[in-house]
Nanobody, 121 residues
Framework: QVQLVESGGGLVQAGGSLRLSCVASGGNIRLNAMGWYRQTPGNQRDLVAVISSGLSTNYAGSVKGRFIISRDNAKNTVYLQMNSLKPEDTAVYYC???????????????WGQGTQVTVSS
């Protein structure tokens, strides 16, 4: 099974930017869609952005126009560029290797440890 390690989170002021990275090991992500999710205490884990194996992308409405998901298959890595951050973006961010190549595919049961993003007002 693939292991996922997220990094790049931190504390940033509103309006700032962060770039998250997710490195996969133990398996190739080339043929799978990859998603970024976020979760706040007491809430479910929600999809933020997803990129297919063919580079199609979908975004949650709340982040559209501010976040950009990308992937580098040679590095087995997925990125999330987050711009114009808002306090409501504060959450733990997770990546996931989806079960097939398409943006509408389901996430797998395997998650990394996540990376904390905190946006101060």
């Amino acid at each position: 099974q693939v292991q996922l390690v997220e990094s790049g989170g931190g504390l940033v002021q509103a309006g700032g930017s962060l770039r998250l990275s997710c490195v996969a090991s133990g398996g190739n992500i080339r043929l799978n869609a990859m998603g970024w999710y976020r979760q706040t205490p007491g809430n479910q884990r929600d999809l933020v952005a997803v990129i297919s194996s063919g580079l199609s992308t979908n975004y949650a409405g709340s982040v559209k126009g501010r976040f950009i998901i990308s992937r580098d298959n040679a590095k087995n890595t997925v990125y999330l560029q987050m711009n114009s951050l808002k306090p409501e973006d504060t959450a733990v961010y997770y990546c996931n290797k989806h079960q097939s190549a398409y943006t509408y595919s389901s996430p797998s049961p395997y998650w990394g440890q996540g990376t904390q993003v905190t946006v101060s007002s």
